[in-house]
């Protein structure tokens, strides 16, 4: 499988075109080529997250004395559906629990 690697993390080939044929193998594997390489909501989300990464990078940010690329990625919380990660002066917060 190919992937593309944002530094900390992962995105399988094809997810930035928000591919959504089934959950398992193999409907989950479209080919990318159909899709003309649409510059979906996913994708554009994932290019913003490396204009503010590369931003942190170029102006040699520093949090507690650590620059981004030094600073060690920490899970602050965690719960069945949710976990809040630090990297830096970064927060992220992901959920699995539906808003329907």
């Known amino acids: 499988m190919s992937e593309t690697v944002v530094r900390e993390a992962l995105i399988g080939s094809g997810q930035e075109q928000d591919f959504a ?5 193999p409907e989950n594997r479209q080919a990318l080529w159909p899709s003309n ?6 994708y554009q989300r994932i290019a913003k997250l490396n204009q503010v990464r590369h931003g942190l990078i170029a102006n040699g940010t520093t949090f507690n004395g650590q620059s981004f690329l030094d600073h060690k990625t920490e899970i602050i919380a965690s719960t069945q559906y949710d976990v809040a990660i630090r990297k830096g002066p970064l927060l992220a917060v992901l959920t699995n629990v539906s808003c329907v």
């Open 21 to 25: 044929s089934g959950a398992h193998d």
């Open 37 to 42: 390489y649409d510059n979906t909501t996913t």
